[in-house]
């Protein structure tokens, strides 16, 4: 009898065991997501990502992502990523967590005519990082992987050559920028999220929309769109957003894993953003575009001026961080 409940004690011992190493190998879940389109950059560069901390992580942690409307809207995904139903949003900083109390400023990123070029976009999102940290920080996120989208056009269903052609055109934006941005040149402007632009150019509801070549042409929009206007009015970036919640449980050397493999998917973006603004663009053509230079930028540049004087004119917090992204040479 003995023998016999020292054989059972054992077998329970060796079980127990067995489940206690089963549980501590199971992978630590990183669901990550983007409103934008699997074959975008940014969707691509995410992609990278989640194949990387797979690789890197050794199986420790289990990183998938999701794409485009799959997970609802850009709003609907960062609150999830807030309430910990995501580890990690990639959004917009000023439509993303901009969207909320304190971070407001962030829609600074996407003010019209405010940045040279690209390369000095990118140097702006790496040097305030802390910055942004700082605002988002209350909502329990941590910014990381900062990556630009590129210089934005105009793509309508009328051609676009001059700002009077901008009068009485209704026009998608994301966010209160780029509603303002559009009412200063003469347009309307309405709010909806990129998963809905296909559908509301094809119906009508509004005459047309703004982005980079690269973003344009991976949601097909010149499907419906027949008329590209070279403006170069906005440069957008979208972020990294971390649960901080989930970070900070990581255990360092997997923290250290995550860093490095933002960077790493941040640099193949930019590279691959690079070359295929060029290439959605020769897409574009191919597919019926019809591309124009708008004739008097300067003109467009000059309405859209008194924007700045009205935006910091809302607080000192806007003042301030207005300073910090314009410090940046």
């Known amino acids: 009898m003995k023998k016999f409940l020292a054989l059972v004690l054992a077998l ?65 995904q960062v609150s999830m990523a807030m309430s910990g139903d995501l580890e990690m949003v990639v959004a917009a900083p000023g439509t993303g967590p901009g969207a909320y109390e304190g971070c407001e400023p962030l829609l600074l990123f996407e003010f019209p005519f405010l940045f040279k070029d690209n390369d000095q976009y990118r140097r702006v ?7 942004v940290n700082e605002m988002v920080g209350d909502l ?33 934006g994301p966010n209160a920028v780029y509603i303002s941005m559009f009412e200063s040149v003469g347009a309307a402007g309405i709010t909806m999220d990129w998963n809905d632009i296909y559908s509301a150019m094809q119906n009508n509801t509004c ?81 019926g575009v019809t591309v124009t230079e708008v004739s008097d930028i300067d003109a467009w540049k000059e309405a859209c001026a008194p924007m700045t004087e009205e935006y910091l004119s809302r607080g000192d917090n806007w003042q301030a961080f207005y300073e910090v992204l314009t410090s940046v040479e």
């Open 12 to 76: 329970v011992m060796v079980l127990s065991l067995c489940s206690m190493s089963a549980f501590a190998e199971k992978p630590i879940e990183l669901r990550c997501s983007t409103n934008l389109a699997a074959t975008s950059t940014v969707g691509q560069g995410l992609a990278k990502f989640a194949e990387l901390v797979n690789e890197k992580s050794e199986g420790r942690i289990n990183a998938t992502a999701n794409f485009g409307s799959e997970l609802g809207s850009q709003a609907e």
């Open 207 to 287: 005459d047309g929309c703004e982005g980079s070549p690269s973003s344009l042409h991976a949601s097909s929009l010149e499907d419906n769109g027949k008329y590209l206007a070279i403006t170069n009015h906005i440069i957008a970036c979208v972020y990294y957003f971390f649960n901080t919640d989930w970070l900070n449980s990581l255990p360092e050397d997997l923290q250290a894993v995550i860093a490095e493999c933002v960077d790493e998917a941040t640099a193949y973006q930019e590279e691959i953003d690079d070359a295929d603004q060029g290439a959605a663009l020769d897409a574009m053509k191919a597919n």
């Open 140 to 172: 329990g996120f941590t910014a990381m992987g900062g990556q630009s989208q590129g210089a934005r056009d105009i793509l309508t269903t009328k051609q676009v050559s001059t700002i009077d052609d901008m009068k009485d055109l209704v026009m998608r």
């Open 125 to 131: 999102m790496k040097a305030v990082l802390p910055e």
